[in-house]
């Protein structure tokens, strides 16, 4: 039984919610942007044994910004139409297998392989939006399994998929659950970082979203950035580890 009234003020309270529209343009600011950010902090931790914290607190900001752009483009309404899950998907776990050997030989890593990298994350998260865009209850409890399994085995664990999930609800429907899920997410985030810098990624990607930036898109290379940079950072290493640098 509703009580009266109810249902229309929870729907005027959410039509209030301002929607988000980028351009396309914005979009690829944000990203390059988080690709600068990454670098920087793959830099400290790869070369510098993490000992710049400017440039680690500037990375913490990377992921939070490549999931914006991933949930908001998935959140389009011709997205399974398009087909844009499927490849999204496929391209993130290729990308991410490839990296993988590179990955693996920078060092840091549980058990030499744990966590997975950025790109099982970001497939992990395209996988489980599309579950639930299927909207069928099989599909939705398939994405929670999703979830809570892949959540354990890749970078950023569960904040950062629940995140994805987050944008990706409000982006088509904007909702106080979804903003509840987003502060959730970044107050885990808070936890798995050991600072709150990843919240400066939200003013950031609204102020970009609001402005009419004219930046081309360069679709591949994201893609082909990721593993090459790694492969770089390896390589650079190598005549540093014999004039005597030792890393951790």
């Not at 039509?15 to 351009?23: C, E, I, N, V």
């Not at 190598?238 to 640098?245: D, R």
Request: proline share 5%.
């Amino acid at each position: 039984m509703s009580i009266p009234g109810t249902t229309a003020h929870a729907a005027n309270a959410t039509a209030s919610l301002p929607r988000l529209a980028a351009a396309d343009g914005a979009l690829e600011t944000i990203k390059w942007l988080a690709l600068v950010l990454m670098t920087g902090d793959h830099v400290n931790k790869y070369l510098f044994n993490g000992t710049k914290e400017w440039l680690f607190d500037g990375g913490r900001i990377a992921m939070p910004l490549f999931v914006f752009v991933l949930a908001y483009n998935l959140a389009r309404p011709s997205a399974i139409v398009r087909g844009a899950y499927h490849r999204t998907i496929w391209r993130l776990l290729v990308v991410g297998g490839v990296t993988m050997p590179a990955f693996v030989a920078l060092g840091g890593l549980v058990a030499g392989w744990w966590p997975l990298n950025i790109m099982f994350t970001m497939a992990t998260i395209a996988g489980m939006l599309l579950l639930v865009d299927r909207g069928t209850v099989a599909c939705r409890a398939c994405a929670a399994g999703a979830f809570l399994a892949a959540g354990a085995m890749v970078e950023f664990w569960w904040p950062a998929l629940a995140l994805g999930l987050a944008v990706w609800l409000y982006c088509r429907r904007p909702s106080w659950l979804a903003i509840a899920l987003a502060a959730a997410a970044f107050a885990g985030l808070w936890y798995v970082n050991g600072n709150p810098w990843a919240f400066a990624a939200v003013p950031i990607a609204l102020g970009a979203s609001g402005a009419d930036l004219r930046v081309p898109r360069l679709r591949w290379v994201f893609y082909a950035y990721y593993p090459a940079h790694l492969v770089a950072l390896w390589l650079i290493r190598i005549p540093m580890s014999k004039a005597g640098y030792l890393f951790f």
